[in-house]
């Protein structure tokens, strides 16, 4: 290779300072060097595994190719230098495109290239680094433009070769993107994004460079490598690639810092470099601060993630537990209602006379023995309702009821108990006939039947009575159940229908109670397309439980229970 043996070319080194602004020459070299180094040593510091060192090899082979053409573009004093960085480039610039194919391929596949991929790179390489010391590479030096004269075969294979590693990569992602899930795709997208604008502004600026021969276009291609390396940040802080944790704020304070920092490229005086250095240091300060406090923060959250995934599988536990005991009541609770029922019937006959007659005494201990074994009886029940609600398994049978019958069913069997009381019972009727609704009647017997009953029990003997009216308000039906009793405190309405809520004060009436029956009627009510609700004046006031029932039935909850 002939270097023309010329050491000093003064001539290059002012035409060069007259053709481009060596500003230009500094920024578009230095800091695009420094950030590209920054991020690829920050990656490698974290994570030592293969990616990290594909990606360290692309920020050193570019920062090199950046180093050397920085020589070329201010270090024409000597040809012979110039000519030997010069035949350098074209080796450097295959070698990062190359190795960012491979930087590729480990990202998407999350493996190691296949080796037949990467022979084929190697047989590509191979004439770049066979003909890079030869006159097919540069054949000497002209001081007419000041360059190196290109052998116009070397300098084509490498052109289509960036072509062609720059479609290969472009092909690769398109293929792998349609095949994986959303969040693999935004990443696949914003690496190749990035890599596609660092290899074609590089690229593309040198071909336009070359066409048009104003060599600025060359500078600004450089900037490629910036962008790259902001989306490969963006990355880390969205996506935690390469495994890293890296705060938004911490990239936002590193590139603040960086953008600054390159502004000494274009000081000119004193003065400028004397501010840019306050400045620097004000956002290094300010930012270390920043940082500081954004991983407090981001500590905390971190620990907030923990104790909620702990309270969620704790949570998930107690829904198991929950689901157990659920299954064990239902299970106890159908085995005891076979001998309580047997029991009933046994003690009914007995106080019939079935057995031969009885003696008051002996009556009157049945009746007792009758009462408890209704009550366990009732609270069986209660329990097997609980249960069939909390797993699913309660259905409703919908058909034509006409409340008017229900009502009085109800007010028909409970009619002995309130007069045994000393109670006043009275129905309500409504003035003129209601229109028959489209409900389960059996469970809505039980829910009225349920609060007659309690009307009865929290009423004081002898002290006024209970009344059950039936009207229409509306577009709905409503019953209400009324007592002159011990009354409902404003602070217990809310938690009234609660599982196993019972009033302060309603134990010195009825000790028996297990706070079921309500929490069990408004389900059936609400089941039914309805609600209930209670009302109170105040203590020993009486109280009124209210339920409503549409009219007009919904299509989903008929859907719902076919």
Known sequence: MDFNLITNAEQCHQLIKETVSLSLVYYSHIPTAIISLLVGLFVILKNRDLIS?????????????LFLDLIVWIGNYNTVLTMFVWSLLGMLDILFFMLSLYFVYLFIDKRDMPFNKKVILGVLFLPIII??????????????????????????????????????????????????????????????????????????????????????????????????????????????AFDIKLLGEQALIVSQFALIAAMFTFATSTTNRILISITLAGTAIMGWFLIKSSKKLDERKEQLQIMAGKLSQANDQLRTLDNAKTEFISIASHQLRTPLTAIKGFISMLLEGSYGKLIPQQEDVLNKVYSSNERLVNLVEDL?????????????????????????????????RAKSCKLDLEYIKPEVALPELLIDGVKVREVISNLTDNAIKYTLEGHGGVKVKLEQLGENIRVTVSDTGIGIPDTELPYLFAKFSRGKDISRLNTGGTGLGLYVGKSMIENNGGRIWAESDGQNLGSRFIIELPIKQSEELLKKWG
């Open 384 to 416: 097997l309702n609980v249960s069939r609600m909390e797993s699913g398994r309660m259905e409703f049978k919908f058909a034509s009821w006409d409340m008017d019958k229900i009502c009085q069913e109800v007010i028909d069997t409970f009619a002995l």
């Open 53 to 65: 060192k594909v990606l360290l090899g692309i920020s050193i082979t570019f920062s090199l190719w």
């Open 131 to 240: 003909f890079t010391s030869t006159r097919f590479n540069l054949s000497g030096f002209t001081f007419e433009s000041c360059e190196a004269i290109d052998g116009k075969s070397f300098l084509d294979y490498i052109f289509y070769l960036e072509i062609a590693i720059a479609a290969w990569i472009i092909l690769l992602s398109v293929g792998r993107y349609l095949k994986v899930e959303k969040d693999s795709k935004r990443q696949i997208l914003l690496l190749v994004l990035g890599i596609i604008i660092f290899l074609l502004s590089f690229f593309g600026a040198g071909y336009i460079a070359g066409q048009t021969g104003n060599y600025d276009y060359e500078l600004y291609g450089h900037f490629g490598m910036t962008v790259f390396m902001g989306f490969l940040a963006y990355l880390i802080v969205k996506f935690k």
